[in-house]
Structure formats: C-alpha cells, structure tokens
C-alpha cells in the first residue's frame, strides 16, 4: 500500500509539473503576440505590405515592407525547393539501399544531428567564408544557399524519422513481388506525405524567421531583387535594423514587420495542416 501511495503522489507530481510547463508556453507564446499586436496592429496599413521604403521610411514617415516580405518569401522557396532536393535522396539511401544497422547510415544520422545543433550563425559565418572564396557578393544566392544549408539538417533527421516508421514489411512485400528499390519510393513517399510536409512547416519556420544566416550574405536593400546576383532584404533583417533606431515610429513599425512574418508563419501552417490531412486521406 505504501508503494502505491508513492507512485501516486510522484504520478500527481509529475502531472502538475506538465500543466505548469503547458500554462508557462502557453502564457508566454499569448504575452508575445500581445506585445506584438499591440505595438504593430496601429501602423499596420495597405502602404505597409504593398509599397517599399522611401527615402523617408527610416524617419518614420511613407513606404512600406514590400522588399522585405518578397525577399523573405523569395528565400524560404529558395532553400525548401533546394534543400528537398538535396534532403529526400539522402533520406531515401540511408533507408532504402543500406542495411538496417549500417555503420554509414548511422554515422550520416549522428553527422545530421551535430549539424541540426549548430547555431544559425556558424552558417552565415560559413556562408560569407565561401562567398569570400568564390568571390560572391552579398545577393539572394547567398542567401538561398545558407538557409539552405541550415535547414537541409532539419528536413533530412524530420523525414528520416518518419521514413523509419513505414513497416519494414510493406518493403519486403514489394522486394518479394518483384519490384525494385526504386519502384517503392513512390509508395512510400505517398506513405510519409504528411511527415514530409511537417518537415517543411519546420524548416520553413526556422528560414523564413532566421536573421544570423542571413546577416552577411543576403545583404539588405530597400529594392525588390530581379535577379538572383542582387543583395535582398529579409523581414528579421528588417526587425533588427529599425529596432536599433532611436525613432519610436520606426521601431514600432519593427513590430507591425514581426507580425507580418507571424502571420505569414501562421497561414503556412494552416495550409502544411490541410495539406498533411489531404495527403493522410490518400495514403495507401
């Protein structure tokens, strides 16, 4: 009895520290967008998202954070297309053409890992390294290339996990009947669709928010680029220069960029939603 008594009272433990955890995210992800709405909804206008800056907008006075939102948006499909293409044959080799316990499986996973946990910065570091060797310029390229480096970890070790969890008899059941390893990717991926759009939702949030990455090799400008040599700006890039202003209206409009890109993060994610369940309706 008195063992019972214990394991109940760590279970109740246990429970009150999760709903304190929960209240305590929950709390803090309501105390931002406050803060955010607050300081951002009164100089939200048409103006904001449809023109770029003028040569007064650093003052606080006309333009907008058109160059920002296209160059951000121009980014994250950048890197997601790129990085998808580099991601899914890693995943689909580690998986489909090595052993089950393969040393280089496992040690691409582990190399995976360490790259997921390096700081966005390191990348940008890195980024502008190369850039220096190639003699590239600060442009959407080298943007595109380092937020690409930074998420390919992300969408490799997300889709790898769902990869693993197809049973290893539906591969089997296909090898046996005849087909070959690459007749079953197509199944396969129609399989893990939804885990594969969860990864880009991931990646997406870390690119399309990151700034460190983008510091030294997107550059900034107040033009919309039109072609990929040309210097873009990013909307954290945007939330960082006009909060260092000492203008109060400039750094509000800080704020009004933030939620734009909350906004934009919350609509990509309601679409990965209603696309992930599509996808599960259609699933073999």
């Known amino acids: 009895m008195r063992h019972i008594r214990i394991k109940r ?46 040569g007064g907008f650093y003052l606080g006075k006309e333009g907008g954070l058109l160059n920002a939102i296209v160059g951000s948006l121009y980014i994250v499909v950048g890197s997601i297309s790129l990085g998808l293409f580099f991601s899914l044959p890693i995943v689909l080799y580690i998986n489909l053409y090595l052993p089950e316990k393969s040393r280089l499986a496992q040690f691409t996973r582990l190399s ?39 998420i390919i970890p992300i969408l490799i070790r997300s889709i790898d996990e769902v990869i693993r969890r197809v049973p290893k008899e539906m591969k089997d059941a296909a090898l046996s009947l005849g087909a070959t390893r690459s007749e079953i990717i197509k199944p396969i991926l129609r399989q893990v669709a ?3 759009v969860t990864a880009i939702l991931l990646s997406v949030g870390r690119g399309i928010g990151d700034a460190a990455s983008v510091l030294f090799t997107a550059g900034y400008t107040d033009s919309i680029p039109t072609s990929l040599s040309q210097p873009v700006a990013t909307l954290p890039l945007a939330i960082f220069f006009q909060l260092s202003s000492p203008i109060a209206e400039v750094q509000d409009r800080a704020y009004a960029a933030a939620l734009i890109l909350t ?10 939603r209603f696309y992930s369940r599509k996808f599960s309706k259609n699933k073999i």
Do not use: C, Q
């Not at 955890?21 to 206008?45: D, E, Q």
């Not at 310029?137 to 290339?145: N, Q, V």
């Not at 906004?263 to 990965?272: D, G, K, M, R, T």
């Open 9 to 54: 009272i760590e279970e109740k433990i246990f429970k009150g520290l999760m709903i304190v955890a929960t209240l305590a995210i929950v709390v803090s992800l309501f105390l931002i967008i406050v803060a955010i709405v607050r300081r951002g909804l009164p100089v939200m206008s048409w103006d904001m998202i449809s023109k770029i800056p003028t």
């Open 112 to 150: 995976f890992d360490v790259l997921f946990g390096i700081p966005s910065i390191v990348y940008g570091a890195f980024g502008f390294t190369i850039m220096v060797y190639l003699g590239i310029r600060t442009s959407l390229l080298a943007g595109i290339l380092t937020v690409t480096m930074l």
């Open 194 to 196: 939804p885990g594969i």
């Open 263 to 272: 906004v934009i993060v919350l609509i990509l994610s309601i679409a990965a």
